[in-house]
């Protein structure tokens, strides 16, 4: 899986939790999740519980702590799937 | 038991310097606060409520070192000052200086200025930035748990903000509280329901002359999940408590 299936598929899960939904049209790598998505911070581990779900794979809470932006994401997913 | 690994040496000698400090002003401020409530507010507690909550927190204190973590519902900004007047006397806080629990207050509300930033500091407070860098967060949590690992009590309000609906929110629990409790093996739970009789609503302040009742329960949540899953389950177990306690209080009224 590329990177840009990983980002397409996470951009599907954060649609739901996203509350700019302009900023969701030209979201990148560099998107902040919670300053330029404006994702509740709440809500954050249920996106991260839908990664586990979606890429079957399990991350723990110290992972968490790295996923600021859309890339973060993609980086932590694209390790655990290999 | 781990006093927070993940703590630099200079952050924990930071948090050790605030607490000696915090602690020689005591006398003053562990005196002022309940007299300003009493007669500056005019807020009281129900006073056999007040007896037993004092009771039983002195005892779970008492009756073993693990961790204790207390959990409070979340209705005004007012809330820590309030439940820490409701479940310890000034005497009592005196002899055991650890049972002044420590808060983590909303950054952006009291450590905006001064003369808040000096009192968040002689209040036992980290100052939290919820929604901020999760590597700021992270750190935060880590203060928390080098606290709760050294028998200091720490206040937190597992809903992660005040109640816009007035009502305890299971589903709302703050999973990082889950995740505090899952990394501290035999971490204990007090959970505190404390509410106005005019608090019909979250707000700023309690009304003048509020009257308050409180509520302890001690619970020891555990999860056979694993990850993100047990700590949210976890924080569940704990707000699902405050919700039940929530229920006895109407139920009594």
Known sequence: MNAKEIQDRVLKILTPYVKDEKALASAGPGTNILEDLKVNSARLVDVVLAFEDEFDIEIADEDVDSVNTIGDCVTLIAQKVT | ?253
């Open chain 2, 1 to 253: 038991m781990s006093e927070g690994p993940g703590l630099p040496r200079r952050e924990r000698v930071a948090l050790l310097v605030q607490l000696g400090v915090s602690r020689l002003l005591s006398p003053l401020w562990l005196t002022l606060t309940p007299l300003l409530m009493r007669f500056g507010f005019g807020w009281r507690v129900d006073a056999e409520e007040r007896a037993v909550a004092v009771r039983e927190y002195r005892r779970v204190r008492g009756e073993s070192s693990a961790p204790l973590l207390l959990c409070a519902n979340h209705l005004t900004m007012f809330d820590s000052f309030v439940i820490g007047w409701a479940i310890g006397s000034p005497g009592g806080y005196l002899r055991d200086f650890g049972a002044v629990p420590w808060n983590t207050p909303e950054e952006v509300h009291f450590a905006s200025t001064w003369w808040k930033r000096i009192l968040v500091y002689l209040y036992k407070c980290v100052p939290l930035k919820r929604g901020g860098d999760r590597a700021q967060v992270a750190k935060t949590l880590d203060k928390v748990r080098f606290l709760l690992a050294r028998g200091e009590t720490v206040l937190v309000f597992p809903e992660g903000g005040r109640s816009r609906t007035a009502r305890v929110e299971v589903d709302s629990a703050a999973y990082g509280v889950g995740r505090l409790v899952t990394s501290l093996p035999g971490c204990r739970v007090l959970c505190v329901y404390l509410r106005g009789e005019g608090q019909g609503s979250w707000s700023d302040l309690p009304r003048r002359g509020e009257r308050f009742h409180v509520a302890v329960a001690l619970i020891e949540p555990k999860s056979d999940k694993r990850g993100l899953r047990a700590s949210l389950d976890v924080a569940r177990q704990i707000t699902a408590q405050l919700a039940e306690m929530e229920h006895s209080y109407f139920d009594g009224r």
